[in-house]
């Protein structure tokens, strides 16, 4: 029992709130490389910036992007060619959109 409320402890903030993006100025200061496609039929994620921290809850493409490095869960870099990502996204304009299109991909975010 002791153990599972470590595990717990340790783990469950980083589900809850799994998506505070920092965006790096060098690629080799990212966790991963992205790149923003111009149609949603060409992304692995559907993007929607929330304006706080307790709204990017989860893994479903729901964004709030932090200040600093430190605050944040993952560190992206933005490439300028689709042949340099790890990912493709698109943003889209209504939180309901958002979400994965490729679910293989779901664990560079994780």
């Given at each position: 029992?002791?153990n599972?409320?470590?595990f ?10 799994s998506?505070?993006?920092?965006s790096?100025?060098?690629s080799?200061?990212?966790?991963i490389?992205?790149?923003v ?5 060409q992304?692995?994620?559907?993007v ?7 709204q ?7 964004w709030h ?6 605050q944040?869960d ?11 990502s790890?990912l493709?996204?698109?943003f889209v304009d ?5 979400g994965w299109k490729?679910n293989?991909?779901?664990?560079l975010?994780?």
């Amino acid at each position: 029992m002791k153990n599972f409320s470590l595990f717990l402890f340790m783990v469950l903030p980083n589900i809850l709130f799994s998506q505070k993006i920092f965006s790096t100025e060098y690629s080799s200061q990212s966790d991963i490389n992205v790149f923003v496609v111009d149609y949603e039929s060409q992304s692995d994620l559907k993007v929607f910036k929330v304006d706080y921290p307790s709204q990017s809850k989860g893994n479903e493409g729901l964004w709030h992007f932090v200040e600093y490095s430190s605050q944040s869960d993952k560190k992206i870099y933005f490439v300028d060619h689709k042949s340099q990502s790890d990912l493709n996204i698109f943003f889209v304009d209504y939180k309901s959109q958002s979400g994965w299109k490729t679910n293989s991909k779901r664990h560079l975010l994780y």
